[in-house]
T-cell receptor, first 117, second 115 residues
Framework: GAVVSQHPSWVICKSGTSVKIECRSLDFQATTMFWYRQFPKQSLMLMATSNEGSKATYEQGVEKDKFLINHASLTLSTLTVTSAHPEDSSFYIC?????????????FGPGTRLTVL | AQSVTQLDSQVPVFEEAPVELRCNYSSSVSVYLFWYVQYPNQGLQLLLKYLSGSTLVKGINGFEAEFNKSQTSFHLRKPSVHISDTAEYFCAVSKATDSWGKLQFGAGTQVVVTP
């Protein structure tokens, strides 16, 4: 099957520092990767969409300067939370889609729990 | 604008009993519909999807869903649940016109199966 990994699985940082989260598709090349944020007991909210080699497209209300996304290769995308604050604490989930068809399955990573003190 | 509504936040069910999880959507354009399951400490996994054609869709683990265009619903069913079906279930839609296939999720339904 298609496997997506995230690293780290959890991270605790001090307010004002930056945190990088990696998302890798382990056994397939992902044409598109997505980043979501999930609050406790709530749904996944799409933050941004990225294609390899091009700039990410952010959803309305998501600060692109705070949440930097780099899609360096067909198997790796990174999300950097810059100058993190306690309100950025959340569960961040990535997904990866292979192929060009819009209805192709997205494969999800296990998520990264970020806690900002 | 489109929206996805899961009418039940939590559904308790006894083992071997049937379960139905309700999902309604609204959209001004045609959509694709999905059901995902999230087990504790695992990534979301696709149960099934509706793209077109037959309105009854069968998925993995004995789940099925029926697309009802007139009622804009896509309810998920399983005739007999197991303890292992305890999980969070998410309904999601994407616009058929969206080339990237961005998903919009419902709030989720927590299914708790007890012996």
């Amino acid at each position: 099957g298609a496997v997506v990994s995230q690293h780290p699985s959890w991270v605790i940082c001090k307010s004002g520092t930056s945190v990088k989260i990696e998302c890798r598709s382990l056994d397939f090349q992902a044409t598109t990767m997505f980043w979501y944020r999930q609050f406790p007991k709530q749904s996944l909210m799409l933050m941004a969409t990225s294609n390899e080699g091009s700039k990410a497209t952010y959803e309305q209300g998501v600060e692109k300067d705070k949440f930097l996304i780099n899609h360096a290769s067909l198997t790796l995308s990174t999300l950097t939370v810059t100058s993190a604050h306690p309100e950025d604490s959340s569960f961040y989930i990535c997904s990866a889609k292979r192929g060009r068809a819009s209805y192709n399955e997205q494969f999800f990573g296990p998520g990264t729990r970020l806690t900002v003190l | 604008a489109q929206s996805v509504t899961q009418l039940d936040s939590q559904v308790p069910v006894f083992e071997e009993a049937p379960v139905e999880l309700r999902c309604n959507y609204s959209s001004s354009v045609s959509v694709y519909l999905f059901w995902y399951v999230q087990y504790p400490n695992q990534g979301l996994q696709l149960l099934l999807k509706y793209l077109s054609g037959s309105t009854l869709v069968k998925g993995i683990n004995g789940f099925e869903a029926e697309f009802n265009k007139s009622q804009t619903s896509f309810h998920l069913r399983k005739p007999s649940v197991h303890i292992s079906d305890t999980a969070e279930y998410f309904c999601a839609v994407s616009k058929a016109t969206d080339s990237w296939g961005k998903l919009q999720f419902g709030a989720g339904t927590q299914v708790v199966v007890t012996p």
